[in-house]
């Protein structure tokens, strides 16, 4: 009797070329490998940059990020999909066209607007556009606090002001669950709240806060990390919780590894499979 075909859990990143290998593509495609998935790519723009900072943009033409999603969803039928940085207007158009034609289980929307170096990575006249068209099709959106400012117009300083922000996603808008990151606080710990409208979640998730300037990349390592906890099928809160567990080991594995001048990179190949992955503890 033949056995039964496997398949891979298949997940999928659509952003943007981090030439030093850091964020983007590169570091979701790190992320998706180190916890065992297969990684697939739709590439929505090339930078030019390293630890240093972005020095060049050059945003992918809409057609081929048209037929790079075609070719992914048409065979290797991704359950789960992460974007990063959607350039123009015209990438979203093909995001979410994409969305509605494949109709993925999960997708995990990470904002990416500026880099860790002050660079912006996103045309503002796209920013409305996303926020109105495609954050109510996602399962989560990942905001950091730049972000969340940019897009709330709430100014946030503390705790107090990152749940009010939180708070007001879910009040003003039709997103079904955020995750506003707020690791930039630099406080004893990695703070988030998620913020759900299913039940009137609230959630704070706290990691102890690793002292290194090997940060660059981190919000787009967490978002790939969900996402795969999802398509894996874990609850929402236990697949935050496991990311932030893997990017918390992975930061400790990088802190003192010198890479490059500037903001070098997390350590995404530290040792996964020791991590105990539960809801607990």
């Not at 240093?52 to 809409?62: H, K, M, N, S």
Request: glycine content about 8%.
């Amino acid at each position: 009797m033949q056995s039964e075909n496997k398949h891979y859990t298949t997940v999928l990143t659509i952003a943007g070329s981090d030439s030093g290998g850091g964020a983007g593509i590169q570091a979701d495609l790190k992320t998706f490998s180190a916890l065992g998935a297969y990684g697939t790519s739709c590439i929505t723009a090339i930078t030019a940059q390293n630890t240093l900072g972005v020095t060049a943009i050059q945003p992918i033409e809409r057609n081929i990020v048209r037929a790079q999603l075609d070719a992914v969803f048409s065979d290797l039928k991704p359950i789960a999909l992460k974007t990063g940085m959607l350039h123009n207007r015209e990438i979203v158009e093909e995001v979410i066209h994409a969305i509605e034609c494949y109709s993925p289980q999960y997708m995990v929307i990470d904002p990416v607007m500026v880099s860790t170096s002050g660079s912006n990575l996103i045309d503002p006249s796209a920013i409305e556009f996303l926020a109105d068209k495609l954050f109510p099709k996602a399962t989560l959106i990942t905001p950091n606090i730049k972000e969340t400012e940019v897009l709330s117009g709430i100014k946030v300083t503390d705790e107090e002001s990152m749940l009010k922000a939180a708070k007001w996603f879910i009040q003003n808008t039709d997103i079904q669950a955020v995750l506003l990151k707020g690791g930039d606080l630099c406080n004893k710990e990695s703070v988030d709240f998620l913020v759900s409208r299913k039940g009137k979640e609230i959630r704070r998730f706290a990691m102890p806060y690793v002292q290194t300037r090997n940060n660059h990349g981190t919000g787009c390592t967490l978002s790939a990390a969900i996402t795969v906890y999802l398509a894996y099928g874990y609850p929402l809160q236990t697949a935050i919780l496991n990311a932030k567990r893997y990017l918390h080991r992975a930061l400790e594995a990088g802190a003192q590894v010198e890479t490059g001048k500037g903001n070098g990179s997390v350590n995404h190949f530290f040792a996964p499979k020791k991590l105990k992955l539960s809801e607990e503890g």
